[in-house]
């Protein structure tokens, strides 16, 4: 069975571009998230869906950042326009919403580098 | 408010044991996970526990203390692929996982 799936997995922009990153997850997985690693750091979470709904946003900086989840699968997460502060590893990770230990599967992240 | 506390690196020796502590004080508690992360790769799941009580997994082990707000992860027969960051999450009420900054285990020979 096929992993989260990220793209790119690099990339460098300089700031005040746009940029965006992709994620499938895994098949059948019901709610996705969006998370941003930053050095050193635990991973932060930026949004989550259940199916094609964003059930938490709370953390999402609105002004730059964007995302979708259009037919409850793929995800897009964009940033426009870019800063400095923006560099980090972003992560989308998938799970099955069920009751109980219903453990997120990341994928292996798009690095950003901002200059 | 919500805050995970862990160390921030450890350092062991093949072949031994070594125990990563985390407390926690999150809004609601509804599980807490450990997780493995290699340096530039994703996290990957070790552990999770809901009730008190060790849950044993082969060469790692995670105990919970909901009264104290504590976790630790044990790890036994250390092994060079061991070295990693180890990351606690804490599930709260609303599902989202709150993980702490992490602890940077380095195995030696």
């Known amino acids: 069975e096929a992993g989260v799936v990220q793209s790119p997995r690099y990339k460098i922009i300089e700031k005040k571009q746009p940029v965006a990153f992709w994620c499938n997850p895994i098949?059948?997985?019901?709610?996705l998230y969006w998370y941003r690693q930053n050095l050193g750091q635990g991973p932060e979470l930026l949004i989550r869906?259940?199916?094609?709904?964003?059930?938490?946003d709370s953390q999402l900086p609105k002004d730059r950042f964007s995302a979708e989840r259009l037919k409850g699968v793929d995800s897009t997460l964009k940033i426009q326009p870019a800063e400095l502060g923006d560099s980090a590893v972003y992560l989308c990770a998938s799970s099955l919403l069920l009751a109980g230990g219903n453990e997120q599967y990341f994928g292996p992240g798009t690095r950003l580098t901002v200059t | 408010g919500q805050n995970i506390d862990q160390p921030t690196e450890m350092t062991a020796t093949e072949g031994a044991i070594v125990q990563i502590n985390c407390t926690y004080q999150t809004s609601g508690f509804n599980g807490l996970f450990w997780y493995q992360q290699h340096a530039g790769e994703a996290p990957t799941f070790l552990s999770y526990?809901?009730?008190?009580g060790l849950e044993e997994k082969g060469r790692f082990s995670s105990f919970l203390s909901r009264s104290k707000g504590y976790s630790y992860l044990l790890l036994k027969e250390l092994q060079m692929k061991d070295s990693a960051s180890y990351l606690c999450?804490?599930?709260?009420?609303?599902?989202?996982?709150?993980f702490g900054t992490g602890t940077r285990l380095q195995v030696f020979p």
């Open positions: 526990n809901v009730l008190d």
């Open positions: 869906y259940e199916n094609e709904e964003a059930v938490d």
């Open positions: 098949s059948g997985h019901n709610t």
């Open positions: 999450a804490v599930r709260d009420y609303t599902d989202k996982l709150i």
